[in-house]
């Protein structure tokens, strides 16, 4: 069993960036050459996530979320336990939405065409105006309609414990005046913890909470607001799943 999961996670390692790759390719081919629209094109990523978690031997469930409209912008605030948290969020959050990413990431060949146009967001992370323009920048994107993902622990926890919520995030919710919902990720960091390389099988569940109006907020207000927010998802990670 040991030696399955160990060859498991040699092939994920090595196919995950080739479906990098073609991933990014097929964006480009499907919003240049067959002028799908950012939203349509979403079905590449989603596809993605799909695939190496299937690929991994993870499966995934969702809670919650029933009351959220699909018609309008949220930022969907996720605690952070490791590189699968994305897989599972981009294959199987079942809403319209695009990533923050740092601005470098975008000048990657390719891989940062794609990521720009099926509309993903750069963010600059220096501490200069260029960053406090980006940021205003990602707030307008937001409060016209595009939904995000944040994971404002800032970084991935070592021991899949939740940790303290940056303020800085929440600028942007409160700027963009969008509801925030808290999202519980549970079980990614016993499929692959921070610092290995290698992932394991096993059982995600997604937990989607109630959205936080932000409109009510000053951006003053950023730490009282991270405080309701990190509350918000570790109460939804003490939350007992009675389902299957």
Same mark, same amino acid.
């Given at each position: 069993m040991r030696f399955f999961q160990f060859f498991r996670g040699l092939i994920v390692l090595a196919v995950a960036p080739i479906l990098t790759i073609l991933t990014s390719v097929a964006g480009l081919a499907g919003t240049m050459l067959l002028?799908?629209? /950012?939203s349509r094109a979403q079905c590449f990523p989603r596809l993605w996530g799909r695939i190496i978690l299937w690929l991994s031997g993870v499966t995934v469930t969702i809670r919650g979320g029933a009351g959220l409209r699909h018609d309008c912008p949220y930022i969907f605030a996720a605690n952070h336990q490791s590189q699968f948290d994305i897989f599972a969020l981009q294959g199987? #959050? +079942?809403f319209d939405f695009r990533w923050l990413a740092k601005e470098? #990431? *975008?000048?990657?060949? !390719? *891989?940062? /065409? /794609?990521?720009?146009r099926v509309g993903y967001i750069p963010? +600059?992370?220096s501490h200069s105006r260029? /960053? !406090?323009?980006? #940021?205003d920048e990602a707030a307008k994107r937001i409060a016209d309609g595009t939904s995000v993902i944040i994971f404002p622990e800032g970084t991935r926890s070592e021991d899949g414990h939740l940790l303290p919520f940056k303020s800085g995030t929440m600028v942007l919710a409160i700027k963009s005046r969008v509801p925030v919902v808290p999202v519980a990720i549970l079980g990614t960091h016993a499929v692959l913890p921070k610092g290995k390389l290698l992932a394991r099988s096993g059982r995600v569940v997604i937990r989607i909470g109630e959205p936080i109006e932000t409109s009510g907020y000053k951006?003053?207000?950023k730490h009282e607001l991270a405080e309701r927010l990190q509350a918000a998802v570790a109460a939804l990670i003490a939350t007992k799943d009675t389902g299957n």
């Amino acid at each position: 069993m040991r030696f399955f999961q160990f060859f498991r996670g040699l092939i994920v390692l090595a196919v995950a960036p080739i479906l990098t790759i073609l991933t990014s390719v097929a964006g480009l081919a499907g919003t240049m050459l067959l002028r799908m629209s /950012a939203s349509r094109a979403q079905c590449f990523p989603r596809l993605w996530g799909r695939i190496i978690l299937w690929l991994s031997g993870v499966t995934v469930t969702i809670r919650g979320g029933a009351g959220l409209r699909h018609d309008c912008p949220y930022i969907f605030a996720a605690n952070h336990q490791s590189q699968f948290d994305i897989f599972a969020l981009q294959g199987y #959050l +079942d809403f319209d939405f695009r990533w923050l990413a740092k601005e470098e #990431l *975008f000048r990657v060949p !390719v *891989f940062g /065409a /794609a990521m720009r146009r099926v509309g993903y967001i750069p963010v +600059d992370r220096s501490h200069s105006r260029a /960053a !406090v323009k980006s #940021l205003d920048e990602a707030a307008k994107r937001i409060a016209d309609g595009t939904s995000v993902i944040i994971f404002p622990e800032g970084t991935r926890s070592e021991d899949g414990h939740l940790l303290p919520f940056k303020s800085g995030t929440m600028v942007l919710a409160i700027k963009s005046r969008v509801p925030v919902v808290p999202v519980a990720i549970l079980g990614t960091h016993a499929v692959l913890p921070k610092g290995k390389l290698l992932a394991r099988s096993g059982r995600v569940v997604i937990r989607i909470g109630e959205p936080i109006e932000t409109s009510g907020y000053k951006v003053k207000q950023k730490h009282e607001l991270a405080e309701r927010l990190q509350a918000a998802v570790a109460a939804l990670i003490a939350t007992k799943d009675t389902g299957n």
